[in-house]
């Protein structure tokens, strides 16, 4: 079993501020993948990493893996109300399976 | 809307029961998945299907008994469920079942074993 660990558990933060989640194992991944999950709905993929120390960027979103494709992490700047959610990250092995991260939900006050 | 399509959205039943959850793509993938969802755990995935044939089974108890008759459909059947068993239970579908693929999951059913 992958365990992949994220942090925080929990994150409350007002409107406009900056964060960053992590997403940690001592596993090496093919990939990492990072989903939301809003209320009510199921996850839906954010974004793909596939190479050590990758960072890609979805418009206020910056996705990296680390440079040993072991941790992730997602920055979120000038975070929005829209941005509430569960944030789960998932690992691919070498046998493509994915292993999913227990989340860290975020709400965002407006 | 993800093209994956869950129903019902929610299920009480108690223990000596039996029910079955439906899921549906219309996406034309040919790979689809059982995952189970409880709080504070991670996404646990109980099966896989690739082409209508089961390929994954990750020490699921009998009493959930998957289906997939076609391409489009699956179902998990359940019978003589336990309380630990109430979670969100999520089905998904790619395109296929290799590297790097990207799931689409369904809303999910909310199941309480009573």
């Known amino acids: 079993t992958q365990l992949l660990e994220q942090s925080p558990q929990f994150l409350s933060i007002q409107e406009g501020e900056n964060l960053t989640v992590y997403c940690n194992s001592s596993s090496v991944f093919s990939s990492l993948q990072w989903y939301r999950q809003e209320p009510g709905e199921g996850p839906v993929l954010l974004v793909t990493v596939v190479t050590g120390g990758e960072v890609k960027k979805l418009k206020r979103l910056t996705f990296q893996f680390g440079d040993a494709r072991k941790d992730s992490s997602l920055h979120i700047t000038a975070a929005q109300p829209g941005d509430t959610g569960l944030y789960l990250c998932?690992?691919?092995?070498?046998?493509?399976?994915?292993?999913f991260g227990t989340g860290t939900s975020l709400t965002v006050i407006p | 809307e993800t093209g994956v399509t869950q129903t019902p959205r929610h299920l009480v039943m108690g223990m000596t029961n039996k029910k079955s959850l439906k899921c549906e793509q219309h996406?034309?993938?040919?790979?689809m998945y059982w995952y189970k969802q409880s709080a504070k755990k991670p996404l646990e995935l109980m099966f896989v299907y690739s082409l209508e044939e089961r390929v994954e089974n990750n020490s699921v108890p009998s009493r959930f008994s998957p289906e997939c008759p076609n391409s489009s459909h699956l179902f998990l059947h359940l019978h003589t469920l336990q309380p630990e068993d109430s979670a969100l239970y999520l089905c998904?579908?790619?395109?296929?079942?290799?590297?790097?693929?990207?799931?689409?999951f369904g809303p999910g059913t909310r199941l309480t074993v009573l």
């Open positions: 998932a690992g691919e092995d070498s046998g493509n399976q994915f292993y």
């Open positions: 996406l034309g993938h040919n790979a």
């Open positions: 998904a579908s790619s395109q296929g079942y290799y590297s790097g693929n990207e799931q689409f």
